[in-house]
């Protein structure tokens, strides 16, 4: 498995932005596809988006609607989600995940949280009206 942290969560008003990054180490990390998934409380842990090990494939959750991106740097173990336009629906907990995926594969396999082998502990993002 591969060892995630989550940093750069925090409070942020809404129509504001915050960048997310998970710094990966343990195993080779270009070997991993990386996921972004959340939780707010009493609610399922929900798929955000998604990156391809290689980084030239991206996955989102509709409700994103062009407002989040993820991206990877795999020569610094870490991928990034760029939170814009944030609504305090988006409050939640937003974790990483890494899974050992081929490229090409739907966006009903990526999304799912059993497709992922190693998780991190989380960063709160709360979002003010």
């Known amino acids: 498995q591969v060892q995630l942290v989550e940093s750069g969560g925090g409070l942020v008003q809404a129509g504001g932005s915050l960048r997310l990054s998970c710094a990966a180490s343990?195993?080779?990390?270009?070997?991993?596809?990386m996921g972004w998934f959340r939780q707010a409380p009493g609610k399922e842990r929900e798929f955000v988006a998604a990156?391809?090990?290689?980084?030239?494939?991206?996955y989102y959750a509709d409700f994103v609607m062009g407002r989040f991106t993820v991206s990877r740097d795999n020569g610094k173990n870490t991928v990034y989600l760029e939170l814009d336009s944030l609504q305090p629906e988006d409050t939640a907990v937003y974790y990483c995940?890494?899974?050992?995926?081929?490229?090409?594969?739907?966006?009903?396999?990526?999304?799912?949280?059993?497709?992922?082998?190693?998780w991190g502990q989380g960063t709160q993002v709360t979002v003010s009206s």
């Open positions: 995940a890494a899974g050992s995926m081929r490229d090409g594969l739907s966006i009903a396999v990526v999304s799912a949280t059993w497709s992922y082998d190693s």
């Open positions: 343990g195993r080779t990390f270009s070997n991993y596809a």
């Open positions: 990156i391809s090990w290689s980084g030239g494939t991206s």
